[in-house]
């Protein structure tokens, strides 16, 4: 299976042209910019448009609108994970949001505690900690979710939120993948990462 992976385009969505050709595209949150219910609404009228046999999406810190949302009327190919799973072709996906409302409470950690230990595709926004998470000097990523990982036999992670380590890497048979498209400054694009799983 064929994964394009993207995180983090933060209203750019449509600046994306010529994207290569795959059997799932998956967005790891941050899709707005400003967290607004328009922004979202036009991310989705894109993602829904995108040539793919399944898309699949999470919310970012900076996508609030959603937090608590019912989200209805996507097509049937399109899935938003909200602590939630999809198989797809035999590969079992499943998303974690990062909303801030959960991070300032324990619901974060109660979040990463239930991912199902047959996860072949994990996606959250946030990296786990010293996983494509360093900028500043400071490792940005969750202890929580590095601990979680070490209890699952994922084939992949994917994940953004730290635009400075947009990347992929292997370790310990698992791909872990920074789909960040917006650079550290927010002044470039970069590819979304291919996987193949």
């Not at 991070?103 to 786990?128: E, K």
Request: charged content about 20%; proline content about 3%.
């Amino acid at each position: 299976m064929k994964i394009l992976h993207l995180s983090d385009t933060h209203g750019c969505h449509r600046r994306l042209g010529d994207l290569p050709e795959a059997d799932v595209v998956v967005h790891s949150g941050d899709f707005t910019m400003n967290g607004s219910e328009a922004e979202a609404i036009d991310f989705m009228n894109w993602l829904c448009d995108l040539p793919y046999a399944h898309k699949i999406f999470i919310c970012g810190n900076h996508d609030e609108c959603l937090y608590g949302a019912n989200i209805d009327g996507l097509d049937s190919e399109v899935h938003y994970l909200c602590n939630s799973g999809v198989e797809i072709d035999g590969v079992k996906f499943y998303g974690v949001p990062m909303f801030m409302g959960d991070c300032i409470t324990d619901r974060q950690s109660r979040n990463y505690g239930r991912i199902p230990g047959d996860t072949d595709v994990l996606i959250t926004h946030s990296p786990a900690y010293g996983i494509l998470d360093f900028d500043d000097g400071i490792n940005y990523g969750s202890g929580e979710l590095l601990a979680r990982l070490s209890a699952l036999n994922l084939k992949a992670h994917l994940f953004g939120h730290i635009h400075a380590q947009h990347g992929v890497m292997e370790h310990n048979g698992i791909l872990f993948s920074n789909g960040a498209i917006i650079n550290a400054d927010y002044t470039n694009l970069n590819s979304p990462n291919e996987l193949l799983i």
